[in-house]
């Protein structure tokens, strides 16, 4: 059986849903292509922040068609042992959705902005 060379590039994101305002669900373990945003569009769009941005890139599916703007994600960072529903501590998320997902007819494309520490 032939694995598909992007599935073994996947890593671990644990996404927080932003379930109303300042309010976060627990983190769900997503498995998504993860890169830097450091090509020239992204280095002309977001300047000398662009090492601050990462990009999502996949298929279509179930697991990435349910992030939104402003969902929040842990990106190689440890999880708490307890949920911060309002996600303001040292301990929260390390990465949020930056603009809403671009999604064409079978991909789609997020941004995720890094969280300047506390």
Same mark, same amino acid.
């Given at each position: 059986? @032939? &694995? ?7 890593? !671990? =994101?644990?996404?927080? #849903?932003?379930? $109303? ?7 769900? *373990?997503? /498995? ?6 450091? $090509? +020239?569009?992204? =280095?002309? %769009? ?5 090492? !601050?941005?990462? *990009? =999502? #890139?996949?298929?279509?599916? %179930? +697991?990435?068609?349910? &992030?939104? !703007?402003? +969902? @929040? /994600?842990?990106?190689? @960072? +440890? ?6 529903? $309002?996600?303001?501590? *040292? ?13 064409? *007819?079978?991909? =789609? !494309?997020?941004?995720? @902005?890094? &969280?300047?520490?506390?």
């Amino acid at each position: 059986m @032939k &694995i598909p060379t992007m599935d073994l590039l996947k890593s !671990e =994101i644990y996404l927080c #849903r932003q379930t $109303s305002q300042r309010v976060f669900s627990a983190p769900v *373990k997503i /498995m998504a292509n993860v890169m830097p945003a450091n $090509s +020239d569009g992204d =280095i002309l %769009a977001y300047g000398i922040a662009f090492p !601050e941005y990462l *990009k =999502i #890139r996949g298929d279509l599916n %179930a +697991d990435l068609s349910v &992030i939104q !703007e402003n +969902d @929040k /994600m842990y990106f190689r @960072k +440890d999880l708490p042992a307890v949920h911060d529903t $309002s996600q303001t501590t *040292k301990t929260s998320a390390n990465f949020f959705v930056s603009s809403r997902p671009i999604v064409t *007819k079978h991909n =789609i !494309e997020i941004t995720l @902005k890094r &969280i300047q520490d506390r």
